[in-house]
Every structure is written in C-alpha cells, then in structure tokens.
C-alpha cells in the first residue's frame, strides 16, 4: 500500500500547479491517525500526541490561509 500511496502523491505532484496543498493534504493523514486511534482503538491520548497534532493543524492551516 505505501508503494501505492507514494505512486499517488507523485501523480498529484505533477497534476498540481501549488504543490503546497498536496504536501498540506498528504500530512492531514497524521492528524486523522492519531484521532482514529484515541477513538476507534482506545489509545491513550496523554502526553504528547494532541500538542502534536495541534501544532501540525496549525501548519496546515497556516499552508491553506498562505496559498
């Protein structure tokens, strides 16, 4: 699967004229894994995992207020 995903994000490089969003899209798959895994699987959400993923929302947002 990760030799598909990789095929894709190439494919979406070369389809794009902004670049940035398709790096901002690709790391959204971050956010949404840790939020599945505290809900769906149970994780534990302490320590360092939600200011990770607020500071990698926050990146993204500030790609998506910048383009």
Do not use: C, D, N
Not at 1 to 7: D, H, I, R
Not at 19 to 30: F, G, T
């Amino acid at each position: 699967m990760m030799g598909l995903t990789y095929s894709l994000v190439l494919w979406a490089f070369a389809l794009a004229s902004q670049v940035s969003y398709v790096v901002a899209l690709r790391q959204l798959s971050i956010p949404l894994g840790v939020l599945l895994g505290v809900w769906w699987l149970g994780e534990s959400h302490r320590g360092g995992k939600l200011p990770g993923v607020a500071l990698i929302l926050s990146g993204l947002t500030l790609v998506a207020l910048a383009g």
